[in-house]
């Protein structure tokens, strides 16, 4: 991958799941006393998965659909590799540019990405990336992506949601509307044997539910990522899926965005 101007990206969790998570995971969600059979699985997933794509994601910031109209809306996307973009082996094939574009075509305005997500984040880093963003930055639009790593860490629920909630408010106080993209489903990573595939798959439905009733509470639009792609990734993994089989490739960015701009057009058109 070309290096962004971004500090190095940690592999992390995606729609489908992560690079260095899943380890953590096997190791640590299953337990060191876990049976030898779901060990024998971690080693598994371990040599399946590898660094393809090594720890950074490409740069995509930029001003999209230029020749429209008025003066850009400013969108920023924070969370994990799925917001990143890790997989995408063009700039314009990443979660953000798609859904820049998607969102100006749809407006008929130019939009001005800014991605502060981080690969391998935890709901945790919310804080830190919120940070990076230029303080006198008043974002128009926000979209958090993240939680994947929190099921595959083990962080308890309580905690993940309490980060999320803190940058959902953060965000609002600068201005922003916000979009919160819920936990994938970790059951569509392939790669991962039964049961613990299984195991991830309820841990992060159970997650992306809570998530999304965190985010309505505050104010922000959730968009259920499982019910809106989770079937095609499951259904067309050949496709859905970059070469790790775990990030989604240029095509499974592509349809998640699609399902991300109408919540983002909703958020721009409610304004006051």
């Known amino acids: ?11 992390d969790a995606v729609t489908p799941l992560t690079v260095g998570g899943i380890a953590v995971l096997l190791a640590v969600t299953v337990g060191l006393a876990a049976p030898p059979a779901l060990r024998r699985q971690a080693a598994i997933a ?15 910031d930029r001003v999209w659909r230029r020749r429209m109209h008025g003066d850009p809306i400013d969108l920023v996307v924070l969370g994990d590799s799925i917001a990143a973009g890790l997989g995408a082996e063009r700039p314009k094939d990443t979660l953000g540019a798609r859904v820049a574009r998607g969102l100006g075509a749809a407006v008929m305005r130019p939009v001005r990405l800014r991605s502060v997500a981080v690969v391998g984040s935890e709901s945790s880093a919310l804080p830190a990336q919120i940070a990076r963003l230029p ?10 992506i993240v939680g994947g790593n929190d099921v595959t860490h083990r962080v308890p629920t309580e905690v993940s949601l309490g980060h999320l909630v803190d940058a959902v408010r953060a965000l ?33 439905r159970r997650l992306a539910a809570e998530q999304a009733r965190a985010a309505r509470r505050e104010g922000a639009r959730p968009v259920s990522l ?3 792609v989770g079937r095609l990734f499951a259904r067309e993994p050949e496709t859905m899926f970059s070469a790790d089989r775990f990030h989604p490739s240029a095509l499974g960015y592509r349809r998640t965005a699609e399902a991300l701009v109408p919540a983002l057009v909703a958020e721009w058109r409610a304004r006051p």
């Open 135 to 144: 303080s006198d930055l008043s974002p128009d639009l926000a979209i958090i």
């Open 46 to 60: 371990r040599h399946r998965i590898g660094k393809p794509f090594g720890e950074e994601a490409r740069n995509a």
């Open 226 to 228: 499982h019910a809106a």
């Open 172 to 204: 609002r106080a600068r201005g922003a509307r916000v979009v919160v993209g819920t936990c994938p489903d970790l059951g569509a990573l392939r790669p991962v044997p039964q049961p613990l595939r299984t195991l991830v798959s309820r841990l992060s």
């Open 1 to 11: 991958m070309t290096p962004s101007r971004r500090p190095a990206r940690r592999a």
